[in-house]
């Protein structure tokens, strides 16, 4: 009679134990931030990569840059504040990285954005846009493509973009260079007159 008994309570307390469930909690995934400065955050929200400017820590406003593709994942990020002209701007630069691959040909293509906004009024006042694309190619050396070699080659798109510490920028390529100065009545960057 002491076995059964025992043998009840055991299997009862296995019962319980198997038959209470965890309570299931729903995690909200929080939005990747990329970059911060003062009161404004690089994020990604709702599908949009924004800056979102906060007050007093709670978001207030937001300034769409791009809209963010599910398996956007920029690199390198920053949001760099400035003064040009005695005026505040922010720097947001980001590198994005793209490979296309068939056979004989890969392309790693790495995509360097900056873009300068004002952000009282909201507003874009220069966007750069630099590639570098790096090519490696199986090429045939006869016409039957019995023998062939590995060719490696870069290409550059576009300017390469640096900020001076007084605010000026220089964008430049391997045949031109433009200096750039901000125009505060215009709210934009002008090319700087040589004197």
Request: aromatic residues 8%; hydrophobic residues 40%; glycine residues 4%.
């Amino acid at each position: 009679m002491k076995k059964i008994f025992l043998l009840i309570v055991i299997s009862l307390i296995g019962v319980i134990s198997f038959a209470q469930k965890k309570k299931s909690s729903v995690k909200v995934k929080p939005s990747p931030v990329f970059a911060k400065a003062d009161n404004l955050v690089a994020e990604v929200k709702n599908g949009t990569f924004q800056i979102t400017i906060s007050e007093n820590g709670t978001p207030k406003d937001a300034i769409e840059v791009k809209a963010a593709e599910p398996k956007f994942a920029p690199i390198d990020c920053k949001l760099i504040p400035f003064k040009a002209n005695g005026t505040q701007l922010y720097l947001l630069s980001w590198t994005e990285s793209t490979q296309t691959k068939t056979d004989l040909k890969t392309e790693d293509a790495a995509t360097i954005y900056s873009n300068i906004y004002e952000i009282i009024s909201k507003k874009l006042i220069l966007s750069n846009k630099q590639v570098s694309i790096h090519i490696v190619e199986k090429v045939f050396l006869d016409k039957l493509k019995n023998a062939s070699e590995t060719q490696e080659r870069r290409r550059s798109e576009g300017f390469e973009f640096k900020l001076n510490p007084d605010g000026s920028i220089v964008q430049k390529t391997k045949t031109q260079e433009n200096k750039l100065v901000y125009d505060v009545a215009k709210m934009q960057y002008v090319i700087s007159k040589k004197k």
